[in-house]
């Protein structure tokens, strides 16, 4: 019907947004460093992965064909790289607040998690703990080992560029010096 086909292009927008974002979250991570970038894309796509299956499955009881969401889901997917490209390219020069982009993101991400995704398991889950609840602890645990083992890692290497630059600071002073 075309009620459900107009649900379907709500809801492929929506993804189009929901990726452009995502876009902007990896090239602010990768304005940190390259270590940052690659564990906040894997993180994404981890989140994503999942998400894009079931928006198939929307796409399709909206009366799209298989083609049309494969090739629809593709170019809302492209609004990915445009976000995260955007984001790296002009980040450093317009001196974005990447401290305040991820808040904005992190708090999108937690208001979809709040306002969708729990309540949905709420409505759809038989057992008290049953799959999706657990599948979702789950996630909790492997993002929360991701996000420590990475911020180790990363701060380890902040460190140790910061103790370079200031090596190279005190080289300059000296060279200007003389």
């Known amino acids: 019907s075309n009620e459900n086909k107009t649900q379907g292009w709500i809801f ?30 894997i993180a994404i796509s981890a989140h994503d992965l999942p998400q894009e299956v079931g928006e198939f499955g ?11 969401t494969l090739i629809r889901n593709i170019v ?7 976000g995260a490209v955007f984001t790296y390219q002009f980040g ?19 208001y979809i998690a709040l306002s969708d995704i729990i309540p949905s398991i709420h409505r759809t889950e038989k057992a008290r703990l049953g ?31 910061e103790q370079h630059d200031s090596k190279i600071s005190v080289e300059k002073k000296i060279f200007l010096n003389s």
């Not at 929307?58 to 049309?68: D, E, L, M, N, Y």
């Not at 602890?137 to 560029?161: Q, W």
């Open 12 to 41: 492929l927008i929506g993804d189009g947004f929901h990726n452009f974002v995502d876009g902007v979250s990896i090239g602010g991570a990768f304005l940190i460093s390259p270590a940052t970038g690659f564990i906040t894309a």
């Open 131 to 161: 799959v999706q609840t657990i599948m979702l602890f789950v996630g909790i645990i492997i993002g929360a080992t991701i996000g420590t083992l990475g911020h180790k890692y990363i701060d380890s290497n902040h460190h140790n560029h």
């Open 58 to 68: 929307v796409q399709i009881r909206s009366g799209f064909t298989k083609k049309q």
């Open 92 to 110: 450093a020069s317009l001196d974005l607040p990447i401290g305040y982009i991820y808040g904005g993101v992190a708090g999108f991400l937690l």
């Open 76 to 82: 809302a997917s492209f609004t990915t790289i445009i």
